[in-house]
C-alpha cells in the first residue's frame, strides 16, 4: 500500500498519452446502412456519372426547343403528343420537329428532345398539347454528369460519413464500404470489493461502477469488451494483459492498494509511463504500453475515473478512431466560491443552469457529484480558490 | 402528374407536424451497459445506502481518534497493529483503545475504529505503528449513506442516461432499466426509377439514396426499419401503410409523380395535413396521420429530402423520443452573393470555413450539394437575395 510519489502534471500526463496514441490504420468492409459516423478508409472516386443520363428537371412535356421559339399565351404552338414517360422508364420513340411528349421528373429525355416545358405553361387539348411559352436549348433538363462526373474523386479519405456522405456512396451504387475499424478497447473491473450489478451485496462490498461508466462514455468511439471482475492478483492481470486490444483498461473500486500491482506487472511486460499525476480527483492514474497496446489503470473512485475519462482517456481512444476531439465550452458565472488544492490541477463538476456554475462536487468517492454535473471546470494547480460571481469556462459533457 | 396548387408556409408546416407529434409512452427494459443516451422510464429511488456502510477515505490505520489527540512527529504515539482490512474484506475483531489496524481505502470501518490517520503520518515499526498527528473523530472516514441515502430520488424519470448516471444505476446495483422505446420507423423507399445500391442499373434508373441518408440521420434516435422498395402502385402502399410503427416515411425518386398517390391514400385511410410546402427546396412534401401513425412523404430529390428531414422530420422524431432538439447555430459572413427564389422559404446548404459561408447548392436533384455543406442558412420566402459579405446564421448539421 505505498501511495503515490513522484506525481506528474496535469499537461504532462497529457501530453504522454496523446503522443502513444497512433490513429488506427485497420479497416474493415460495412454495410452502408450501419456506417453513419465511421470514419472513410480510402478515397472514393465515381465510378458512374450521376444521374447517368439526361433527365426532365420537372414535370411537362419534353420538346425540341427550337419548335416553341415563337409560342406564347396568345399565340400557343401547338405539338402532337407522341408518348408518356415516366421516371425509371426509357422512352420507345425519337422526338421529331411537331411533336412533344409527357415526361415526369427525373425521367430520361428521349432521343431527338433537348428541352422540357413545364406543365404550367401547356394545355391539353386530346392528343396535342398547347405550349404557352418558349423555352430554350436544354432549358429544365439536368445533364448526365451534373451531380457527379465519373472520375471525381467524391469523398475523401478520413472522412466522418454523415447522411448526405453516405447518400454519395448510395447515389453511386456502393453497398459495402470500407472504414477504419473502431478502436479495440476492453474494460476490466478489478477488485476483491467490487460485485457485479444485479449480483447480492455482502458487507464491505460495493458494486462495479466505473466498467459502465467508461463502457457508456467509450462505445460511440469504440468496441467495447466488458471483462468479467478480474481479482487484485497479479497473475489474473497478467493474462488479461496478454490479451490483443488497442486498450486495456483497468478500472478497480477503490484507490491504491491494486495500484501497485498494475505498475509492477506493466514494468515487467513492457513500460510504465505515468504512476500518478498531480491532479484532483484522478491522483492514481496509471499509464503505460505493452507493444501497441494502450494500459490505463484507472482510478477507483467513481468521480476521479470518470473525469480522468473524459479529460484523458475520451482524447485519446478518439485520436485513435481519427475523429476530431471537439470539447463545448462556455462561459458561466461561479455561483459559489470553490476552495481548491495548492499543487493538484483541479476537475471541478459543476451543474450550469442559466448562466451560473454551480459546484456539485461531494468526494472523489461519490457517484452523484458526476450524475448531477453537466460539465466542468479546471483550476490550475496554483490557484486557491475560485471567488463567487467570477466569470469560468466550462468544458460541457 | 398534378403539380401541388395549395402551398403552406414552412413555418405553418412545422407547427402541424410538431402538434401531431406525440412523446412515446411505451417503455423497454433493457441492461444498463446498452442504454447510455436512452430516456429513463421511471424515477430511480434508491433502494440501498451508498457506500452502505463507514469506509476509509485513505489509506491508512483506523484508531480511536481519542487515542491520537496527543501525537505529534516529535512525540508520537504507539498503537499496537491488530489486523490488516483490504477493501471488500470486513475486519474480524473490533478496535481497542491502544489499537489501530492497517486499512485501505474503501475497506468498512471496523468497529470500535472512528478515525483514520494517512499512511503519510504513521510509520511502522514491528507489530507496532506510530502515529505522528492527531486526528479528530470521523476524520477520513466516509459515511455509509454519504453518496446516496436510501429511499432518494437519484435520477429523474425522463432524464437522459449520461455515463455518470448509469454510474448512479450500477452503484444501486440495478442491471436492467426501463427506457422509453424509440419511435418505430418504417422508412418505404418509393418508384419504379430506384434501385437498391449493390445491384445494377438499367438505363433512366437511379439508385436509391434517401433511405439511406434517412436512416442514417435518424439511427441514432429511432428504430429504423428500411423496407424493400415499393413500386408506384396504389395497393401496394396500401400495405405498407397497414404495418404498425411510429413513422411511415416514404421516400421517392423524383418529385410529384407518385406524390398523389400518397396523397389520395392517406385521405382515404387517415388526415392528410400538408400537401405542399411553399420551401425551397422541399416543396412537394406530404404529411398526414393515420390512427397514431405519423406519415410522410418525402420529396425524391436527395437534396429536398435531406434539407427536410433535417428540419422538419428529425425535430419530431426527437421530440417523440423525448430527446431535446437543440439547433447549433453559428454566425458566418457569406462568401458569395445568393440568388433567392420569392415566395418560398428557402433551406440553404452552405460549407462554412474560417468563419465563411460558402454556397455548395447545385440543385435539388444532386447529393453532392448535401455531402459538401456542414449546414445550412434559412432564407425567408420575402427575401430576393443575400448580398456577399452579409453576416448569416447558420443551422450546422
Chains 1, 2 share one sequence.
Do not use: W
Amino acid at each position: 500500500m505505498m501511495p503515490f510519489h513522484e506525481l506528474i502534471s496535469f499537461d504532462e500526463a497529457k501530453k504522454i498519452i496523446m503522443r502513444e496514441t497512433k490513429p488506427i490504420k485497420r479497416c474493415e468492409e460495412i454495410n452502408i446502412e450501419e456506417a453513419g459516423e465511421r470514419v472513410l478508409c480510402n478515397d472514393v472516386i465515381a465510378t458512374i456519372n450521376i444521374p447517368g443520363f439526361d433527365r426532365a428537371a420537372v414535370d411537362g412535356y419534353v420538346v425540341k426547343a427550337e419548335d416553341t421559339y415563337n409560342a406564347s399565351f396568345r399565340n400557343p404552338k401547338r405539338l402532337k403528343i407522341v408518348g408518356k414517360i415516366f421516371a425509371g422508364e426509357v422512352a420507345s420513340k425519337k422526338i421529331e420537329n411537331g411533336e412533344a411528349m409527357q415526361i415526369a421528373t427525373g425521367a430520361a429525355i428521349p432521343e431527338g428532345g433537348d428541352a422540357v416545358v413545364m406543365v404550367e405553361y401547356t394545355k391539353r387539348e386530346g392528343n396535342e398539347v398547347e405550349i404557352l411559352k418558349p423555352v430554350y436549348l436544354g432549358e429544365n433538363v439536368s445533364k448526365k454528369d451534373e451531380d457527379i462526373k465519373k472520375g471525381e474523386k467524391v469523398i475523401k479519405k478520413g472522412s466522418i460519413l454523415t447522411p448526405a456522405k453516405i447518400g454519395v456512396l448510395a447515389a453511386l451504387g456502393i453497398e459495402k464500404v470500407k472504414v477504419y475499424e473502431k478502436p479495440h478497447v476492453i474494460i476490466a473491473p478489478t477488485g476483491d470489493e467490487i460485485v457485479k450489478p444485479g449480483n447480492p451485496l455482502e458487507k464491505g462490498k460495493i458494486y462495479d461502477i466505473n466498467s459502465y461508466t467508461l463502457s457508456t462514455l467509450l462505445k460511440p468511439f469504440a468496441n467495447v469488451v466488458l471483462n468479467d471482475i478480474v481479482r487484485d492478483d497479479e497473475k489474473e492481470i497478467e493474462r488479461i494483459l496478454d490479451r490483443e486490444a488497442d486498450y486495456i483498461i483497468f478500472s478497480g473500486g477503490s484507490s491504491v492498494g491494486e495500484r501497485d500491482i498494475f505498475a509492477r506487472v506493466i514494468e515487467k511486460k513492457g513500460e510504465l509511463l505515468i504512476h500518478g499525476i498531480a491532479l484532483k480527483p484522478g491522483k492514481p492514474t496509471i499509464f503505460g504500453k505493452i507493444g501497441k497496446t494502450l494500459v490505463f489503470g484507472m482510478p477507483g473512485y467513481p468521480t476521479s475515473c470518470l473525469t480522468n475519462a473524459y479529460t484523458l482517456l475520451l482524447p485519446s481512444v478518439k485520436k485513435m478512431a481519427r475523429i476530431k476531439h471537439e470539447e463545448r465550452k462556455i462561459k458561466a458565472k461561479m455561483a459559489e466560491k470553490i476552495i481548491s488544492t495548492i499543487g493538484r490541477h483541479q476537475i471541478y463538476p459543476v451543474m450550469v443552469k442559466d448562466g451560473e456554475a454551480y459546484p456539485v462536487f461531494k468526494e472523489s468517492g461519490a457517484i452523484t457529484s458526476m450524475s448531477q454535473a453537466n460539465g466542468y471546470i479546471e483550476i490550475p494547480a496554483n490557484v486557491e480558490y475560485v471567488e463567487k460571481g467570477s466569470i469560468v469556462e466550462v468544458t460541457l459533457f
